[in-house]
């Protein structure tokens, strides 16, 4: 009976042992490639609008939607936000006026288009292989940030840009 108590002891202490030193097995499987498709990126503003580019008939008719204009009374929201003299321009036309002129029909992605931010003035500097990148590498995309624009997002035939080693 006590061997076989200092047996189970033992064997108990051995597999405690055996568990708290923690062994694993891992599974490494390398491949080699010699391209690798690079990401795309995608560059949005936060500010959905460049206010330099809204211009009057803009405030009248889009601007209670976007949160610019009083639906109500077409006056100016949040005035402290703006430059005053952006303000005082504003002032000096009848925004209620010219919201009830006769309505073109103004489609609201080339609004957002025109007067949300331009991807020239978005990148600053943008190198692909040592060469300068040109806008007509990035695709434009409405988001709910506005204008997006994407680099190496892959035009109708499917080409990407690859590479070859990290960083380059």
Not at 62 to 87: M, R, S
Not at 115 to 142: L, P, Y
Not at 149 to 166: A, C, E, I, Q
Request: hydrophobic content about 35%; overall charge positive; proline content about 2%.
């Amino acid at each position: 009976l006590l061997l076989s108590l200092g047996l189970m002891s033992f064997e108990c202490m051995e597999s405690l042992i055996y568990y708290f030193e923690f062994h694993h097995v891992t599974k490494v499987e390398l491949q080699y490639t010699n391209n690798m498709t690079f990401p795309a990126v995608t560059i949005c503003n936060m500010n959905k609008y460049r206010r330099t580019a809204l211009e009057i008939r803009d405030l009248a008719t889009v601007g209670p939607f976007i949160g610019i204009v009083d639906a109500e009374t077409y006056a100016l929201q949040n005035e402290h936000l703006y430059p005053k003299a952006w303000v005082d321009w504003v002032k000096n036309h009848d925004l209620k006026a010219e919201s009830k002129m006769k309505k073109d029909n103004r489609d609201f992605s080339n609004f957002v288009k025109r007067v949300g931010h331009q991807v020239d003035h978005m990148i600053v500097n943008c190198e692909w292989r040592g060469r300068k990148c040109d806008k007509s590498q990035f695709s434009h995309t409405f988001t709910h940030l506005g204008n997006c624009y994407t680099f190496n997002r892959g035009s109708l035939d499917g080409k990407v840009y690859t590479s070859s080693k990290p960083g380059e």
